[in-house]
């Protein structure tokens, strides 16, 4: 019987680092011969490539906070279905960048939607799947806005738009569903030098997925 693979998921505040740090996961994992798919939230697949475009859109400032929860976890149903299962029967280790801990975060904490009302949502968005695996990047949001400013080839979008409260409630987020979860979700200090972070994504992988493996 084949094993299923693993699901691994990178979470953080805009400015993170997680496309880079994405990278260095699934480098690692090739130079370990280890099957991997990279993609994203929202999108990874047609029809939520196309529900990301409304979502992200700097133009649609009017969206409700309760729209932009439910427009998320729609893409993310699809997504799962199209991509992460049928990725993950095969034995297939996905990386995934987000998933439903930025909704928890973004939508329910920092929005004030409540995060257990919006895992109410996802809940049934997902089936209740989560990853076996969860990095989150942690910086201080003045630092990431200040990478985001830098970063001239970074597609910009509506939370782009947010004001510095906004991304300091997402970090505060982020601490509480750390605090509820804190055997799935590594800490890592993303204020560092990469390789730094890379060090310590490593010697995580070693310990939980390289041993079953």
């Known amino acids: 019987m084949k094993r299923e693979g693993f699901f691994i998921t990178l979470e953080g505040g805009d400015g993170s680092g997680k496309t880079t740090v994405l990278g260095r996961v699934a480098a690692y994992l090739q130079n370990h011969s280890m099957p991997y798919l990279i993609t994203r ?9 196309k529900i990301r475009s409304i ?5 649609h400032t009017a969206m409700d906070a309760r729209t932009e929860a439910l427009l998320y976890a729609a893409a993310r149903s699809q997504h799962l279905a199209e991509v992460v299962e049928p990725a993950l029967q095969e034995g297939i280790t996905v990386l995934c960048d987000r998933f439903v801990d930025s909704s928890l ?7 004030g939607l409540g995060i257990e009302e919006v895992w109410g949502i996802n809940r049934f968005a997902t089936g209740g799947r989560m990853p076996d695996l969860t990095f989150y990047l942690d910086v201080d949001p003045e630092v990431g806005l200040s990478r985001i400013a830098a970063n001239q080839g970074r597609e910009v979008n509506r939370l782009d738009l947010e004001n510095l409260e906004f991304h300091q409630k997402v970090q505060a987020g982020y601490k509480l569903v750390v605090d509820s979860d804190p055997q799935r979700i590594v800490v890592l200090d993303a204020g560092r030098p ?18 079953d493996f």
């Open 194 to 211: 990469i390789h730094m972070v890379e060090q310590d994504i490593v010697s995580v992988l070693k310990d939980r997925i390289l041993k």
């Open 41 to 49: 939230e929202p999108g990874g697949v047609d029809i939520a490539e």
């Open 105 to 111: 975060v973004y939508q329910g904490y920092a929005r």
């Open 55 to 59: 979502i992200l859109d700097p133009a």
